[in-house]
């Protein structure tokens, strides 16, 4: 072997597991690498034991040869740094000495042991020939991780029936063996499921409340290896712990909705970052947008709009729903502004309220103040539903579903204003283009842009049924969009190109 250089530090802890398998990914070295990967970390997996089990229980169990574990265990460490190392199911006395031999020659600076025993199945997963085995790992060990029964075997004690005779029981095991103990109460009975890390005399409670779900195969797998994961960038294991107990926590409350199984089902391990591989927003409600504003330019306002034939009487029409629109408007987006996550959100949603109110004034002083539109003339119905849909999302979303509400107002405005500036330019004299420009220019355009950008931001932190409720919303508001467009009947008076404004809808 070539002499190596000592690798730097690098930009992931590099964390190995050191345990058996599960098929259907919800425990042992599955579940250890997705918890690895939940916490930022580089994962590697040494096989201990290959299993033919799933979410009701183990059906089988293959035990490769010593010899094969040393291999793999010296494959890694010959290469790689290890920062961090989990222990998981060790099934033989053989194995459980082979990983201590390998400890001896190359001591990670972290060293987990989760003493499998039995499965949540009721499955044994070590002989009961190696306890002893797996006793004497606890000496090269910096922490255990025992659940009651298994705590009991390394004490040789009675299994606890509280959990102050737990935390007692565990402290004389981290006294006697010189180890710090995890001890998990995940099989107690009751509303809790206390932790406790006891580390030289010093008791550190973790307390948790306990989630009504079957979902909790795997549960001391991938705290384990989220202690390991944590560990290199905490600065104590009580820290680590308390981490990786909040977050497996919010993992079992999600487990059912993953539908693995139909036994004890796994824990969603990446609950915490729902839009992991989803698209980003904007791209998946793009076509969605792209119908929007190919029914819009149908319209027969847009088109009289495009080629400057829209009789202007059927403009003001439009022009006044659009400034009971604008009123109405500003409100949801002061909502957005409130319950906007950052200032610079919160920033962009109240400059918007603003400014739709003073585009609302200035239709008035303008185009309107020449209208023979009544000033007092109703919202159509057209109009009221769009803002009653905008308002009700206000009223009961989060701020991701608002954003989703009032973006189509934003983007189908931008697309279809940039179509429209290009058409108008082309009209010499064109009378709408003023107004035309002002949604299919910058500074609107980039309005449009950063709406978008907060759309997006807002998604990626939410829950797929929120996700869901915002593309609900969106696609909604785009409907409105295109009625909004289509309410003013244009109809042609002359055969040639004049024509007139019938009525509001
Ligand atoms: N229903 C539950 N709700 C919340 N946390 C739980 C639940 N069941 C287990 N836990 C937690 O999962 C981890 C594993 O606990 P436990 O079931 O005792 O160990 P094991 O999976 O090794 O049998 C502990 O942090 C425990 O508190
Ligand atoms: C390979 C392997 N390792 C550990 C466990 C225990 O996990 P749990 O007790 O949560 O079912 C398991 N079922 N399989």
């Keep these: 072997m070539t002499e190596r250089e000592t690798p730097p530090t690098g930009s992931r802890p590099r964390v190995l597991s050191v345990a058996g398998t599960d098929p259907t990914g919800g425990a042992g070295i599955q579940a250890d690498l997705k918890s690895f990967a939940a916490h930022g970390a580089y994962g590697m997996a040494v096989v201990t034991a290959l299993l033919a089990q799933n979410t009701h229980g183990v059906r089988d169990v293959l035990v490769p040869d010593a010899a094969f574990l040393r291999a793999q265990l ?11 190392v989990k222990i998981g199911m060790l099934a033989t006395a053989a194995v459980a000495d082979e990983v201590g031999d390998w400890l001896a020659r190359h001591r990670p600076p972290f060293v987990v042991l989760d003493p499998v025993m039995v499965a949540t199945s009721g499955d044994r997963l070590l002989d009961d020939d190696a306890v002893a085995a797996v006793r004497r790992l606890l000496a090269v060990a910096d922490v255990v991780t025992p659940n009651l029964p298994e705590l009991a075997v390394l004490a040789d004690e009675p299994v606890a029936r509280t959990w102050p005779e737990a935390v007692q029981q565990a402290t004389r095991l981290a006294s006697a063996a010189g180890v710090a103990v995890l001890v998990k109460g995940g099989h107690l009975p009751g509303v809790e499921s206390p932790d406790a890390l006891v580390e030289g005399g010093r008791v550190v409670e973790l307390p948790g409340a306990r989630v009504a779900s079957t979902s909790t195969h795997g549960t001391g797998c991938s705290l384990s290896a989220a202690l390991a994961a944590l560990r290199p960038r905490r600065p104590d294991w009580a820290s680590a712990a308390r981490d990786a107990k909040r977050w497996l926590g919010g993992a079992i409350a999600a487990g059912e909705a993953l539908r693995v199984g139909s036994g004890h089902g796994p824990v969603d391990h990446f609950h915490h970052a729902p839009a992991l591989g989803l698209p980003v927003f904007t791209d998946e409600v793009g076509g969605i947008l792209a119908a929007a504003c190919a029914a ?190 289509g309410q003013v009947a244009v109809v042609a008076t002359d055969p040639g190109r004049q024509v007139a404004a019938l009525a509001v809808r």
């Design 74 to 84: 010296d494959a890694v460490s010959d290469d790689v740094t290890v920062d961090a």
């Design 296 to 485: 819009s330019l149908e319209q027969p306002f847009v088109r009289g709009l495009a080629d400057g034939g829209l009789p202007w009487d059927a403009f003001v029409e439009q022009l006044h729903q659009d400034a009971l629109y604008l009123t109405a408007y500003s409100r949801v987006l002061a909502r957005a502004s409130t319950l906007a996550p950052s200032a610079e959100a919160q920033e962009f949603f109240a400059r918007g309220a603003h400014s739709c109110l003073a585009v609302e004034r200035s239709l008035h002083e303008t185009y309107l103040a020449r209208a023979s539109v009544r000033p007092s003339s109703p919202p159509s119905a057209v109009t009221r539903a769009y803002v009653d849909h905008l308002a009700a999302v206000a009223a009961h979303g989060s701020y991701a579903e608002v954003v989703a509400a009032v973006l189509p107002c934003y983007w189908v405005y931008a697309e279809v204003g940039v179509t429209l500036l290009a058409q108008a330019d082309a009209v010499p004299g064109h009378p709408y283009r003023d107004w035309v420009a002002t949604y299919g220019s910058a500074p609107f355009t980039e309005h449009a842009a950063h709406a978008c950008r907060l759309a997006d931001a807002a998604a990626q932190h939410v829950d797929p049924a929120t996700r869901e409720r915002m593309i609900a919303a969106f696609d909604a508001s785009c409907r409105h969009e295109v009625a909004f467009f």
